[in-house]
C-alpha cells in the first residue's frame, strides 16, 4: 500500500499518472491535428477537406474526453459525489456531440462524393462504438443522475456500467488505430512500406494512440485508487436504501 492512501487522501503516485496520461492525450490530438495539416489539407467543411473533420473530432470526442470522464472518480475524490456525477455525465455528454459532428462530417462527404458506406471493418466497429456510447450515456443517466432509480438497482447495475465504460474505450482506441491504417493505405498504398514521412508520423499517433489507452486503463484498475466513499455518502446511501426498501443498516 502506497503511503499517503488513507481514507479520504490522495494516493502519492497518482497525480503524477494522471498528468502523463493528459500530456499523452493532448500530444494524442495535437499530433492529429499536425498530421491531418501537414499531409492531408487542413480542415474545413464544405470542401473535400470535410473528410478530416471526422478523424480530428472522433480523437477529440470518443478517445480523449471520453478518457477524461472516466478519471473523473480518480481525481475528484472528496468533492460531493453529486458534482463528481454530473461532471462525468456532462464530459461524456460533449464527447457524443463533437464525435456525433465526426460522423456526420464523414456520411456528408460520402454522399457528396459518391462514396459507399459502412463497407470496412473501421466503419461497422465505429458505428458499433458510437451507438453503445450513446447508449451507455443514456441508461448511465437514468439510472445513477435521474432519481427514479432505486438503491439497489443502481447498485446491481454499477458494475456492468463500469465493466462496458471502459471496454467502450478500449474499442474507441482500437476503432481509431483501424481508421488510421485504413487511411495511409488508402492515399500511400504501397509507399507506405517505404517509410514515407505521413506513414512514419502517423504511426507515431498509433502508439500515442496506445499509450494513451493504456494509462487511462491502469489508473482505472488500480484498486487502492478508486474514490473512497465519504461518510456523508455512505450514512446518505444507507438512509436512502433504508427508505425505499425497507433494509437496516445493520443487515448490510
Not at 450515456?137 to 443502481?154: D, E, H, I, M, Y
Not at 484498475?221 to 445493520?250: C, H, I, M, N
Request: with cysteine.
Amino acid at each position: 500500500m502506497e503511503s499517503g492512501t488513507g481514507l479520504g487522501s490522495t494516493p502519492s503516485t497518482l497525480p503524477y499518472y494522471v498528468a502523463f496520461s493528459q500530456l499523452v492525450g493532448l500530444t494524442v490530438v495535437a499530433v492529429t491535428g499536425a498530421w491531418l495539416g501537414l499531409y492531408r489539407g487542413g480542415i474545413a467543411w464544405e470542401s473535400a477537406l470535410q473528410f478530416n473533420v471526422h478523424p480530428l473530432c472522433m480523437v477529440i470526442g470518443l478517445i480523449f474526453l471520453q478518457g477524461d470522464a472516466l478519471l473523473v472518480y480518480r481525481v475528484f475524490r472528496k468533492e460531493a459525489r453529486r458534482t463528481t456525477k454530473v461532471l462525468h455525465g456532462l464530459l461524456h455528454a460533449f464527447a457524443f456531440i463533437i464525435s456525433l459532428v465526426g460522423v456526420v462530417a464523414v456520411f456528408d462527404y460520402h454522399r457528396k462524393m459518391g462514396y459507399a458506406d459502412l463497407y470496412s471493418l473501421h466503419s461497422w466497429c465505429g458505428i458499433l462504438v458510437f451507438v453503445l456510447y450513446f447508449v451507455q450515456w443514456l441508461v448511465g443517466f437514468s439510472f445513477f443522475l435521474f432519481p427514479g432509480a432505486s438503491f439497489s438497482l443502481r447498485s446491481r447495475y454499477r458494475p456492468q456500467h463500469i465493466f462496458f465504460g471502459a471496454a467502450l474505450f478500449l474499442l474507441s482506441v482500437g476503432t481509431a488505430l483501424l481508421g488510421l491504417k485504413e487511411a495511409l493505405l488508402f492515399k500511400l498504398g504501397t509507399k507506405y512500406s517505404t517509410f514515407e514521412p505521413e506513414g512514419i508520423l502517423a504511426n507515431v499517433l498509433g502508439l500515442l494512440l496506445v499509450c494513451f489507452g493504456g494509462a487511462v486503463l491502469y489508473i482505472l484498475v488500480r484498486a487502492d485508487w478508486k474514490r473512497p466513499p465519504q461518510a456523508e455518502e455512505q450514512a446518505l446511501s444507507l438512509d436512502f436504501k433504508t427508505l425505499t426498501e425497507g433494509d437496516s443498516p445493520s443487515s448490510q
